[in-house]
């Protein structure tokens, strides 16, 4: 390995970090082409990492490629799974690569953003650690020894001490991580339940607007039948000759009878007179009861009969001189 120099550097740090990140790349692009040529069996290396990055240059995996890499389900489940042993004690994988490579990507992006400082101290020696791990997980010996020596060049001093609190540091960075992983899946499964709630809504709103449409159409026929029973009703209207009831007759029973004797006639003369059958007299008797009233054809007959005008005002008849 070349003598870094990194004290002779501005930044150090982000330079120590820079390098690591350079030695991990190219260590870990061989290590996936060299662990999946064993095991894809229906397509070549090159086609599954193009399908799972997406990129029409497979071969040029960046640090982030890495970790989508082995995040992919896929990927996971068929490879890399059998590599990182599932431990029943623990309940998870023996070394969560997932998690620690996506740490390592956040890592890049701090260093790939130029800035007026140097990275922290802390935050450096945590993800050189970090890398250092993983190259040891995946068999990669002189990759890490070669990142040891950057640490080694860095922080030479209470090496045990910082390996002790960066172990702990790792840890709960994991912790975090799996939180928010936690986290996500539960907000994700949330969200495809209201996905699929307003689908649904949006299907009941779609047979309503439908029916909404149906019953306009409907309305609309109504109110033509409608206009057109109201144009018949009003030419039929034009037609009808309107009668109006006749008045009553305003004459008592009792009036009637006394203005019949003083006329000096018969309950059968006032028939005949009206031109009723003889054996209408009773109709006579039944109108001075007052069981019956007078029919108003009879109306003009009788007070000629009789003799009778009806005075104006009070409704009270007399006798015509």
Not at 182 to 198: I, P, V
């Amino acid at each position: 390995m070349g003598v870094y120099c990194l004290s002779m550097t501005k930044y150090p740090n982000r330079e120590a970090l820079r390098k690591a990140h350079d030695i991990y790349r190219d260590a870990m692009r061989e290590f996936i082409f060299q662990y999946l040529e064993k095991r894809v069996e229906n397509e070549t290396v090159d086609d599954l990492i193009m399908r799972v990055l997406n990129r029409e240059q497979q071969r040029t995996i960046d640090i982030k490629g890495i970790s989508v890499i082995f995040r992919n389900r896929e990927c996971w489940n068929d490879f890399f799974s059998q590599k990182f042993e599932y431990d029943r004690l623990l309940g998870r994988h023996r070394y969560d690569i997932r998690s620690v490579t996506s740490l390592i990507v956040m890592g890049r992006n701090q260093v790939s953003h130029p800035g007026s400082r140097d990275l922290d101290f802390e935050y450096t020696c945590t993800h050189l650690f970090l890398i250092a791990e993983v190259l040891g997980e995946v068999g990669k010996t002189q990759a890490k020894t070669e990142v040891k020596e950057i640490w080694d060049e860095l922080f030479s001093d209470d090496a045990e001490e910082r390996i002790a609190n960066l172990t702990k540091q790792l840890e709960d960075m994991l912790n975090q991580l799996n939180t928010v992983e936690a986290e996500k899946t539960k907000y994700g499964k949330a969200l495809k339940a209201a996905s699929n709630r307003l689908a649904a809504l949006r299907s009941v709103n779609a047979q309503l607007e439908k029916r909404l449409e149906t019953t306009s159409i409907q309305l609309k026929d109504v109110k033509g039948e409608l206009a057109a029973c109201k144009t018949e009703v009003e030419k039929r209207n034009e037609k009808v000759v309107v009668r109006r009831p006749a008045p009553d007759f305003p004459y008592t029973g009792s009036q009637l009878r006394d203005y019949r004797n003083k006329a000096g006639l018969t309950q059968v003369a006032v028939a005949l007179a009206l031109g009723l059958s003889e054996g209408s007299a009773a109709a006579v008797g039944d109108w001075e009861a007052e069981r019956e009233k007078v029919p108003p054809k009879h109306y003009a007959k009788l007070k000629k009969l009789y003799g009778l005008e009806v005075l104006p005002g009070n409704g009270k008849a007399r006798k015509q001189k």
